[in-house]
């Protein structure tokens, strides 16, 4: 699968846009928190330059779509998420989000995460979604049932650089 440019879509607090390098200053403030980060796969941000890497990335690399949230009004980008193609399994499609500190227990990861999975549900077919989080972050695991899924199993997963692993949950929804 391909990089597909992700439409812009909205609920009743956010738009969903693509990330551009002008949101770089914006999405270090996420990035590079370790309260927000604690439980990514990803290695904390530390400069300006790493988040434009990412960026830049985003575009050629990612399989699915890749979305900045933004409030609506100031158009002010407080986090991202994206969905696509689990890698385990591809008829099952994954997402992930995180979203800036001062912006949690607001309702407004679960209204982010709930408007990728419509999308992808109404505009491309999807049936089946996953997603996990660690077990030391529930909160996470609230968004996931929010959404509709539910609790499958247990498992791990390790950071990207294989550094560290966290116990898991691992969460589904099969639609009709």
């Given at each position: ?7 812009v879509?909205?609920t ?17 403030i ?11 796969p ?12 990412w960026?830049?990335?985003?575009i050629p ?19 991202s ?11 099952e499609?994954?997402?992930?989000y ?7 227990n ?16 109404d ?5 089946d979604?996953?997603?996990e ?20 199993r247990?498992?791990?997963y ?19």
């Open positions: 699968m391909n990089y597909y440019p992700p439409p879509l909205e009743e607090r956010l738009i969903l846009r693509p990330i551009t390098p002008e949101d770089a200053e914006a999405a270090f996420w990035l590079s928190d370790e309260r927000v980060n604690r439980f990514m990803y290695n904390i941000y530390s400069n300006l330059d790493e988040v434009l890497h960026i830049n990335d985003l690399a990612h399989d699915g779509f890749q979305w900045g949230f933004a409030l609506k009004g100031s158009n002010q980008l407080i986090g998420g994206d969905i696509g193609p689990h890698k385990g399994n591809p008829d499609w994954g997402f992930g995180n979203i800036r500190y001062d912006f949690w607001q309702g407004l990861t679960t209204e982010a995460a709930k408007r990728m999975i419509k999308f992808a549900y505009e491309l077919g999807i049936r979604f996953c997603s989080h660690a077990v030391d972050n529930p909160a996470s695991g609230k968004v996931m049932e929010k959404c509709g899924l539910k609790f499958e247990y498992g791990e390790s950071t990207f650089d294989g550094k560290q692993t966290f116990k898991a949950k691992f969460y589904t929804l099969h639609t009709d």
